[in-house]
């Protein structure tokens, strides 16, 4: 079974990606699993850029093929923020109950589809022999004007999915997985990995 190294050390991303995986022939090791303490520096523009970033650095130092994804929500009101800085919005020590509270706040005045929001998740893939491929995908949605839900974890209770008539924050594991952004972006990326280990053997 070929070794692919996600590089994160988000424990809620790592358990999304292993419920999506478990159906793939890949042994998916974390960055701690595969022994690996450093911290990246994640100074591209976009996801696509950050992603890349990540996932090459974890290939060079261990030679394994390596995924990386970069996501975050973006605020239409809000012109697009906190986008790429959604993990380090109003710092990086901040609970997201309060980074959640600050955007209902600022959208206080926004009705309707000014409430407009999105979660993006670019992914890459790193392989040894120096390729490297992105995919990306997308969840549209409205900013709630409250919290609900405690599934899911950081901005989930406050994007509401008008289709669904709840925050992906209500939903269960099994339906977010299935429409989330991250669940779209890694069906790609299963069939990007599929190609580049064929391409392997």
Request: proline content about 2%.
């Amino acid at each position: 079974m070929k070794k692919v190294i996600f590089a994160t050390t988000n424990k809620n991303k790592v358990r999304e990606v292993n419920m999506m995986m478990k159906d793939f022939d890949v042994e998916l090791q974390t960055m701690g699993e595969a022994g690996i303490n450093i911290d990246i520096v994640e100074d591209g523009k976009t996801f696509e850029e950050n992603a890349i970033i990540k996932a090459k650095t974890i290939m060079e130092i261990t030679g394994e093929i390596a995924i990386a994804d970069d996501s975050g929500l973006e605020v239409d009101y809000l012109d697009g923020a906190p986008g790429i800085y959604s993990a380090r919005f109003l710092g990086e020590d901040t609970s997201y109950d309060i980074k959640n509270n600050y955007i209902i706040d600022k959208l206080k005045d926004a009705k309707g589809k000014e409430r407009s929001a999105r979660f993006v998740c670019a992914m890459a893939v790193a392989f040894p022999n120096g390729k490297i491929k992105t995919c990306k995908g997308t969840i549209e949605g409205l900013i709630a004007y409250e919290q609900k839900g405690t599934n899911g974890f950081g901005y989930d209770p406050i994007v509401y999915v008008p289709e669904y008539e709840m925050t992906t924050g209500e939903m269960a594991p099994e339906l977010k997985n299935s429409i989330s952004h991250r669940g779209k972006a890694l069906e790609q990326m299963k069939e990007i990995l599929k190609a580049g280990l064929e391409e392997e053997c």
